[in-house]
């Protein structure tokens, strides 16, 4: 009774932490770290300083949790970029208690259902470490194909701001305000940087290390090229977007093509699962020897690795790059 409430409760825990994980930032904290930026440029030198030098002193000074994070995560510095990527705000130290609950939780069910110690662990570990890593990649993926989707429409508005005689600076904060999603959330974030003393440059350039996108790096390269050499940049950026429309129509041709591959290898490699499941239900025992003997332990994992190989190199033959 008592390790069956512990359980429920690690759930709720885990859960929990979940949701404060891929909460979205909050706006009252961003707007507060904003109107905080703009007192320390505009007001006095010594005031100013002074809360720069708090700023940066709480700012180094992270939690318990994060700090211990940093220490057992092998590249902080990597996976708080992929962190950052997903455009919410989630740390170290909620990733590593979301990821410590999972492979808590997880160890104790499948002890509890015979399996032994260290294997239970092992596999507690593995969807642990495998299912945030999953989730946060697919949040990466949704917001990068959703501001791929969008980046077109915002450079056709720089076209026509610039052609109505705006310079630059003001199309990125047009921009900002006129598209919805995480397009007009990443131009809001150079647009603020750029009112605090950043050069658009250097503002741009931070932003696209952090997408990773190649369609804004080309947009970055391009203004860089135009600042130094010179030319009509209303034509150049509209050549531009239609690259990057012709761009994801070649996606989506690939991806239309390469359709029946995908679907054969997802039935072959959802067989062996189904298969399994089905003798479970209707035999327990045979297959339930599979959680208690270790040989056969052994051999389910040897089975559940080289099917991992073969879906690792089914997956990279239809993954085709533009």
Do not use: C
């Amino acid at each position: 009774m008592l390790l069956t409430i512990i359980i429920i409760l690690g759930g709720v825990a885990t859960l929990g932490l979940l949701v404060s994980a891929t909460r979205g930032p909050s706006p009252q904290k961003a707007f507060k770290r904003r109107m905080e930026m703009i007192k320390e440029r505009h007001g006095d030198v010594i005031a100013a300083n002074a809360q720069a030098q708090i700023r940066k002193l709480f700012a180094n000074r992270n939690s318990r949790v994060e700090g211990l994070a940093s220490s057992i995560i092998p590249k902080p510095a990597l996976l708080r970029k992929r962190l950052e990527m997903t455009g919410r705000d989630i740390t170290l130290g909620k990733y590593a208690m979301v990821t410590l609950g999972i492979a808590l939780v997880i160890a104790t069910l499948l002890m509890m259902k015979g399996m032994p110690f260290l294997l239970g662990i092992f596999l507690g570990l593995f969807v642990g470490i495998g299912l945030p890593h999953w989730v946060v990649g697919k949040m990466i993926k949704r917001r990068v194909a959703k501001f791929t989707s969008n980046f077109p429409d915002a450079i056709e508005l720089m076209v026509r701001g610039l052609r109505s005689g705006l310079p630059i600076t003001e199309t990125l904060g047009i921009v900002a305000g006129e598209i919805p999603g995480p397009v007009g959330v990443e131009f809001r974030m150079v647009a603020d940087k750029m009112k605090i003393g950043r050069t658009m440059e250097a503002a741009l350039q931070e932003t696209a290390d952090r997408l990773g996108t190649p369609e804004f790096q080309f947009f970055v390269i391009t203004l860089a090229i135009q600042r130094e050499t010179g030319g009509n940049l209303a034509e150049t950026l509209s050549n531009l977007a239609d690259v990057l429309r012709k761009r994801a129509q070649m996606k989506l041709k690939i991806r239309a093509m390469s359709s029946e591959s995908k679907a054969s290898a997802y039935i072959v490699g959802s067989l062996p699962f189904i298969v399994f499941t089905l003798v479970y239900l209707m035999n327990p025992d045979y297959m339930g020897k599979f959680f208690i003997d270790q040989r056969l332990m052994v051999a389910g994992l040897g089975g559940l690795i080289w099917m991992s190989i073969g879906g690792f190199i089914m997956a990279k033959m239809v993954n085709f790059e533009i």
